[in-house]
């Protein structure tokens, strides 16, 4: 870690050991002193190389040698000989070096001994309504990076452009609450460890960095967690790799209670479980974690390439005919002045669909709205209300789960869920495997023959294998020349897709005689082929075919 010496502005690095010392915390300006261009080598008396600014005021830099030099004179005043500016203390040619202070930054305002926040912005400091105006129009508060160096630091002193005080954070936990939705208790001092991921992720939702992917790196140690910096892969695919590192330490389950823009959902049915923007968490700020637990299995959360496998507790959604929609019940909850339930105990839950009928694949859907459950103990059911965000069109809905009715749902249920959902892969053909009775010693054998194309296939009694038709077949598919045409996203209507031949015989030595079927003939032409689920009540893809014959 490297420290500004406050007297003689030589920079010093210090392992292990470190003295106290004073932070700064600000705002990029338009010109700045920096490590690359203002820190000297330079010979000291006993002719050590050492690196030295330059003086404050020997250079052009107006505003930010004012910056410097004010939290440097600041410091010193109150007794202590270091202070760390990140524009000075950190050299930005190093990937390495940067990372690293990415990665501490947080450790780094939380050990310091004050940190002192400079509105570069803000001149009056005498209160009244300018003042007040002024404070909460600066741009320090809508910034992402000031975030944690606002929370971080045990002590945090507000400055002018001119460096007169402005007051302590504990002063003014109020107006900041009132500006940033960050709860009083946590600008007076109170950690972080039992605050939800969806509060934390709130306090992000409305501030912006000039680097997309610094919405996501800014938040490392407010939730403890590090990662390597990929400058360059966006914002999207940062803040997921930010919410999966949290989901490696953390079962809060408030990271699942999101809301996206009623913008975004015409272009993108299917969603992840993860937020895609900080901005999806803006009306999270009032989530806790319950202190009733939903039943689980023990199944940890994990991503695979297969997408993340987690699990939830499922129930069927009320109405639906397609059998594929679930309410996904989440552990966390709101206090009940805020929830408005009085006392009783209010949950959240969100929409998943099965978009496969093979394997345990679901996807998000309607991500502009909550479920808020009540859980009403005495009448045994669930009532739930539509929770839309701000943007949402959606019409208010209530409904009822009974919870008598468990027997009827999946109940917990360890799924995976893609960060892109996508169609399931398209049906390849059907395994035929006819029923045989078990027949009497002595008396004829049924066996079953399926003619297909240019093949006959036998299934006898002892028989352990089915047969398998595919759809590959030059001609098992009459008339379509595309079988992207089959696939859910595209089928419009149930496909016949191929026939075959059953002929039923009995074997007594070595004759065989044909049998009437079930069906009243002899031989029995089954027609196989694709349909789609009926549709569900929101209206989105299915995301499978099943077969029928």
């Known amino acids: 870690m490297r420290l500004l010496n406050t007297r003689t502005f030589e920079l010093r690095t210090f392992f292990g050991q470190v003295p106290p010392y004073a932070i700064l915390s600000h705002t990029w300006e338009s010109e700045e ?21 330059q003086q404050p005021g020997s250079h052009s830099k107006v505003a930010s040698d ?28 190093s990937s390495a070096e940067l990372s690293e202070a990415i990665n501490s930054m947080f450790a780094w305002y939380r050990d310091s001994e004050v940190c002192y926040a400079y509105l570069a912005d803000v001149t009056s400091a005498n209160g009244g309504d300018a003042h007040r105006a002024e404070f909460m129009a600066s741009r320090w508060v809508t910034r992402g990076w000031t975030l944690q160096e606002l929370v971080a630091p045990k002590k945090v002193l507000f400055y002018t452009a001119n460096w007169r005080i402005i007051g302590h954070r504990t002063e003014l936990s109020q107006e900041i609450h009132d500006i940033t939705g960050i709860a009083e208790p946590v600008l007076q001092g109170a950690t972080l460890d039992k605050i939800a991921v969806g509060t934390k992720m709130s306090w992000l939702s409305r501030r912006v960095t000039t680097r997309p992917e610094d919405m996501a790196y800014c938040m490392l140690g407010i939730f403890d967690v590090n990662l390597p910096l990929l400058y360059g892969e966006g914002l999207e695919k940062g803040f997921i790799r930010l919410q999966e590192a949290i989901l490696s330490t953390s079962e809060d389950e408030s990271i699942f209670a999101w809301h996206a823009n009623i913008d975004d959902i015409d272009s993108r049915p299917w969603w992840g479980l993860l937020a895609t923007k900080p901005a999806c968490f803006a009306n999270s700020g009032e989530y806790a974690l319950s202190r009733y637990a939903t039943k689980r299995e023990g199944h940890p959360t994990v991503i695979t390439n297969r997408g993340m496998s987690v699990e939830l507790e499922l129930r069927k959604y009320p109405g639906d005919g397609s059998g594929t929609v679930y309410l996904a019940m989440l552990q966390i909850t709101k206090p009940r002045a805020a929830s408005g339930r009085g006392t009783h105990h209010t949950g959240f839950a969100i929409l998943l669909q099965r978009v496969s009928d093979l394997d345990q694949h679901y996807a998000r859907i309607e991500p502009t709205i ?12 669930l009532v739930f209300t539509m929770v839309p965000s701000g943007r949402s069109e959606q019409p208010p809905l209530t409904g009822t789960l ?22 399931a892969r398209l049906v390849a053909g059907f395994q035929f495997r006819p029923e045989i009775s078990p027949t009497i010693s002595g008396q004829p054998q049924p066996v079953v023959q399926v003619a297909h194309h240019d093949w006959l296939w036998t299934i006898e009694e002892s028989s352990p294998f089915g047969i398998v038709i595919d ?6 598919l009459p008339g379509i020349l595309d079988t992207s045409e089959l696939e859910a996203p595209n089928l419009k209507e ?15 030595g070595w004759k065989s005689t044909e049998v009437e079927s079930e069906m009243g003939s002899k031989k029995v032409v089954l027609v ?7 549709k569900n009540p929101f209206g989105t893809p299915n995301g499978y075919t099943r077969p029928w014959y």
């Not at 196989?528 to 009926?534: F, V």
């Open 33 to 53: 002193t920096t490590f690359d261009e203002d820190i000297k080598h330079v010979r000291n008396n006993s002719g050590a190389t050492i690196l030295q600014l």
């Open 66 to 93: 004012r910056k410097v030099s004010g939290s440097a004179r600041v410091a010193r005043e109150q007794g202590y000989d270091y202070i760390w500016i990140d524009t000075l203390c950190i050299d930005k040619s």
């Open 370 to 381: 909550l479920f808020e459950i009540e859980y009403n103990n005495r009448e045994h059911n």
């Open 402 to 423: 009974g919870m008598d009715s468990t027997d009827q749902d999946p109940g917990p249920c360890y799924f995976f869920v893609r960060p892109d959902p996508r169609p």
């Open 471 to 476: 759809f590959a077949s030059h001609d098992s």
């Open 494 to 508: 149930r496909r016949a897709l191929a026939m075959v031949e059953v002929v039923i015989t009995s074997w007594c």
């Open 528 to 534: 196989i082929g694709l349909e789609l689920p009926p």
